[in-house]
């Protein structure tokens, strides 16, 4: 897919050591109850490896965090049940969803990665904003 276009799928993006992490969200109104307090995001994350070696992704940390300050931090092996290995030049996705009880808040982390000689390193997951569209502005 052409650079340009990538970036504007995902508009949020962060590089760390050749490993580029790239996010899209998307408020999910279907699955949301604002009088109940409850919104509800589903965010695509694409994991991009462009050094010459291949990485495994082991494990990842986020931070969640509310519209009044609230931080909810989940830490846990690979994602979305996969510790994938991502070849040189190769990529992958997922997706996944996020409750919050506030119309606003956001999202940020890191990967845990393992080189192909073993060496582990963190890869930076880029903060997103998580903005319900009837308090956007």
């Given at each position: 897919m052409e650079a340009s276009i990538v970036k504007s799928?995902?508009?949020h993006s962060a590089t760390t050591r050749d490993v580029t992490v790239r996010v899209a969200v998307s408020?999910?109104?279907e699955q949301s109850e604002p009088p109940k307090g409850r919104?509800?995001?589903a965010y695509h994350v694409r994991i991009e490896?462009?050094?010459?070696r291949a990485v495994q992704l082991v494990s990842?940390?986020?931070a969640i965090v509310?519209?009044?300050?609230?931080?909810?931090?989940?830490?846990?092996?690979g994602v979305v049940g996969e510790q994938p290995i991502i070849e040189p030049g190769g990529s992958f996705d997922y997706v996944s969803g996020c409750p919050l009880s506030t119309p606003t808040g956001h999202?940020?982390?890191?990967?845990?990665?393992v080189s192909a000689e073993g060496a582990s390193f963190?890869?930076?997951?880029?903060?997103?904003?998580?903005?319900?569209?009837a308090v956007a502005s």
């Amino acid at each position: 897919m052409e650079a340009s276009i990538v970036k504007s799928l995902f508009p949020h993006s962060a590089t760390t050591r050749d490993v580029t992490v790239r996010v899209a969200v998307s408020f999910l109104p279907e699955q949301s109850e604002p009088p109940k307090g409850r919104w509800f995001w589903a965010y695509h994350v694409r994991i991009e490896n462009g050094g010459g070696r291949a990485v495994q992704l082991v494990s990842r940390e986020w931070a969640i965090v509310d519209g009044r300050g609230g931080r909810h931090e989940v830490q846990g092996e690979g994602v979305v049940g996969e510790q994938p290995i991502i070849e040189p030049g190769g990529s992958f996705d997922y997706v996944s969803g996020c409750p919050l009880s506030t119309p606003t808040g956001h999202m940020e982390g890191r990967y845990q990665m393992v080189s192909a000689e073993g060496a582990s390193f963190a890869v930076a997951i880029p903060r997103f904003p998580l903005i319900a569209p009837a308090v956007a502005s």
